[in-house]
Nanobody, 124 residues
Framework: QVQLVDSGGGLVQAGDSLTLSCASVGQSFGPYALGWFRQAPGKNREFVAAISWSGANTAYGYSVKGRFTISRDNAKNTGHLQMDNLKPEDTAVYYC?????????????????WGQGTQVTVSS
């Protein structure tokens, strides 16, 4: 069973950058597609980004496209979410997720494994 560990969250100011990491513990990442989701207080879980097993295909949520970049290093069993030009509305708990399929999906129900979440807070 895949165990995911999220890290890298913190408190930053608007306009700053932050990189989140997702590590697989005890088992390789493959062949799993990876995704990042976020959930703000009182809101539904929102799709942020996804990347295929090969890394060739990526997808982004509308609100983060052009500011966030998803990547992965299968040799190190890690995934990353580079977040640039952060805005207060990006404040949320961010979760990485993995699914037993090679291709991306924006549907949280199609992911089988989840990290514990890491808090990102962006002050104005």
């Amino acid at each position: 069973q895949v165990q995911l560990v999220d890290s890298g969250g913190g408190l930053v100011q608007a306009g700053d950058s932050l990189t989140l990491s997702c590590a697989s513990v005890g088992q390789s990442f493959g062949p799993y597609a990876l995704g990042w989701f976020r959930q703000a207080p009182g809101k539904n879980r929102e799709f942020v980004a996804a990347i295929s097993w090969s890394g060739a295909n990526t997808a982004y949520g509308y609100s983060v496209k052009g500011r966030f970049t998803i990547s992965r290093d299968n040799a190190k069993n890690t995934g990353h979410l580079q977040m640039d030009n952060l805005k207060p509305e990006d404040t949320a708990v961010y979760y990485c997720a993995a699914r037993t399929g090679r291709e991306t999906t924006m549907n949280a129900l199609e992911y089988h494994y989840w990290g514990q979440g890491t808090q990102v807070t962006v002050s104005s």
